[in-house]
C-alpha cells in the first residue's frame, strides 16, 4: 500500500520575521504511527525540493521529533520532497496533509492537490488531515461538482488558537471560518491545543499538532480494524 504525505514549501509570514513551514510532529507523529505497517510512504510538496520547518516546533525534547528528524532517509525527503506533479497519477490509498502557517498560502488553490485528493478520496481511499493542513481540503470538489467538505464532521486549527498564537491578522484566512462557509460540521475541542479528532466516513480530520497522533492511529483503524 501506498500513503502520501503532503507538507508546504512555503516559509515567509506577510510581516512577521521569524520564519513559518511544517510543524515537524505533525509530520513525526503521524509517520510514527503509521511506519511499521508496510506502507511504501511519499513526502511531497506543491513545488517539490526543500520543505521548511517552522523552528518553533523544532522541540528536540519530544523523542518522537527526534527519532525522526535524525532519521537520514526522512531528512532526504524533506529535503528533497516529491512535487506534487510528479505524484499525480500514482495509486495512493492513504493521504496525509500536515500543518503549520505555510499551508494556507499554498495548499487551498492548489490544483493538483484537489485532483489527487479527489482521486483518492473516489477510489475508496482515505483522505486525513491535521491542523492548518485541513486547508487543502476547502477547494476540494469531487466529480460531481460538490465539495468534498459538504455536510462533513470536520476540525482544524480554531480561530481561538490562531488568537492565542497571536497570527490571527497574519494569515490569510480564519480556517475555522472558512470551513464553515464550505457548509463543513465544524468541531473543536474545550479546551485550546488538547487533541481533538473528527471522523466521517475515510475523512479524518486532527484540530492541532497534539492531535497528529491521533490521526495516525484513527486512519489506521478505519483502514485495518474494521
Known amino acids: 500500500m501506498k500513503a502520501l504525505i503532503v507538507c508546504t514549501n512555503h516559509k515567509d509570514y506577510p510581516t512577521k520575521p521569524h520564519k513559518t513551514g511544517l510543524w515537524l510532529s505533525e509530520l513525526t507523529h503521524f509517520y510514527d504511527e503509521i511506519a511499521d505497517r508496510n506502507f511504501t510512504i511519499d513526502i511531497a510538496s506543491p513545488h517539490g525540493g526543500f520543505i521548511p520547518i517552522d523552528e518553533r516546533s523544532l522541540d528536540r525534547r519530544d523523542n518522537i521529533n527526534e527519532k525522526w528528524y535524525q532519521n537520514p532517509e526522512i531528512r532526504h525527503k524533506l529535503e528533497n520532497s516529491v512535487s506534487l506533479a510528479d505524484v499525480a497519477t500514482e495509486p495512493y490509498q492513504l493521504l496525509y496533509l500536515t500543518g503549520g502557517h505555510g499551508t494556507m498560502w499554498d495548499f487551498p488553490d492548489n ?41 462533513k464532521q470536520v476540525t482544524g486549527f480554531s480561530n481561538m488558537e490562531e488568537k492565542l498564537v497571536r497570527l490571527d491578522e497574519e494569515v490569510p484566512f480564519l480556517l475555522e471560518d472558512e470551513l464553515k462557509k464550505k457548509n463543513a460540521h465544524y468541531s473543536k475541542g474545550l479546551i485550546p491545543f488538547l487533541p481533538h479528532l473528527e471522523v466521517d466516513e475515510r475523512l479524518v480530520t486532527g484540530q492541532n499538532p497534539l492531535s497528529a497522533r491521533k490521526v495516525g492511529r484513527k486512519v489506521l483503524e478505519e483502514m485495518f480494524e474494521k
Open 111 to 151: 490544483p493538483q492537490l484537489q485532483a489527487i485528493t479527489r482521486r483518492i478520496y473516489e477510489t475508496g481511499g482515505m483522505v486525513s488531515a491535521v491542523c492548518h493542513g485541513v486547508c487543502g481540503l476547502l477547494n476540494v470538489r469531487l466529480s460531481d461538482g460538490s465539495y468534498l467538505l459538504n455536510d
